[in-house]
C-alpha cells in the first residue's frame, strides 16, 4: 500500500532535492557555458524529485511529475513559455484517485531560470561562432526581466492552489559587478554563496487556497 503524503511533506522533498542539485550543479562550474543550462537543471531537478517521490510513496510506479523539455528560459527566448517546465499532479500522492490534472492545473510547480555574465573579451572560431563557449548569455537586464515574467506566472498559479518553487542561479564567472550586484536585478536577500563566482536562491510561492483534493498544511 503506497504511503500517503501531506503537502508540508511534499513541501520537504521539493527542498531537500534542490539542496542536492545545489551540490551537483556547483561541482559542474562548465555547466554555465552551455546554451541552455536551464534545461540540464530542471532535467535534473525532475529525475531527482520523481525518484525521491517515488521512494517515499513506496510506489515505483508513480509517474505524474511532468517534465517540458522545450522550454528555454532564459537561453533563447524572447518570453517565458506560459506553462511551468516541472508540474506535479500530486493528488495521488495524497491519496486522491481523481482524474489527472494537465499542465494548465498543476498542484505543484518548479522551475530553474539561469542568469550568466559574459566575458569582456569574446575570440570567435572561422565561421563566427564563439570559441570558448557554445552560446553568449542574453543581457543581465533581458535575462532578468524574463525572470519577473516566471515570478508573475508563479504568483499566478499560488492563487490558484498551485505551490510553487523558482530556483534561481547567478554565474558570474567573469566578475563583472553587473545590475544583480546592484540589487537592480533580483535584488533577493537570501542568496547563498558556495564559490565567490556563483550564487543561487529558492523563491517559493505558496499555494494561497486549497483544493478539496489537498490534504492540511
Known amino acids: 500500500m503506497p504511503n500517503v503524503l501531506t503537502l508540508s511533506s511534499l513541501r520537504d522533498v ?16 562548465r555547466l554555465f ?3 541552455r543550462p536551464e534545461q540540464q ?6 529525475c531527482r524529485l520523481r525518484d525521491r517521490l517515488r521512494e517515499r510513496t513506496s510506489n515505483a510506479t508513480w ?3 511532468h517534465y517540458d523539455a522545450a522550454d528555454t528560459g532564459s537561453a533563447h527566448a524572447a518570453t517565458v ?28 510547480a518548479l522551475a530553474v531560470h539561469v542568469l550568466r555574465t559574459v566575458r569582456k573579451e569574446v575570440e570567435f572560431d572561422e565561421n563566427g561562432n564563439p570559441a570558448a563557449r557554445a552560446a553568449i548569455p542574453l543581457p543581465i537586464g533581458v535575462a532578468g526581466s524574463l525572470l519577473e515574467q516566471r515570478v508573475t506566472e508563479f504568483d499566478r498559479l499560488s492563487r490558484e492552489a498551485c505551490d510553487c518553487a523558482l530556483l534561481v542561479i547567478y554565474s558570474n564567472e567573469a566578475r563583472r559587478r553587473t545590475a544583480i550586484d546592484k540589487r537592480e536585478v533580483a535584488s533577493w536577500a537570501s542568496w547563498q554563496t558556495p564559490l565567490d563566482t556563483l550564487w543561487w536562491t529558492v523563491r517559493h510561492f505558496r499555494a494561497k ?3 478539496l483534493t489537498n490534504p492540511p498544511v
Open 63 to 65: 509517474d505524474r511529475l
Open 41 to 46: 537543471i530542471q532535467f535534473e531537478l525532475a
Open 81 to 108: 513559455v506560459q506553462r511551468p517546465p516541472i508540474y506535479v499532479d500530486a493528488r495521488q500522492l495524497y491519496g486522491s484517485v481523481s482524474t489527472p490534472r494537465n499542465a494548465g492545473e498543476p498542484d505543484l
Open 14 to 29: 521539493v527542498d531537500s532535492c534542490i539542496e542536492e542539485l545545489a551540490s551537483w550543479f556547483v561541482a559542474k562550474p
Open 33 to 35: 557555458d552551455l546554451p
Open 209 to 211: 487556497a486549497a483544493r
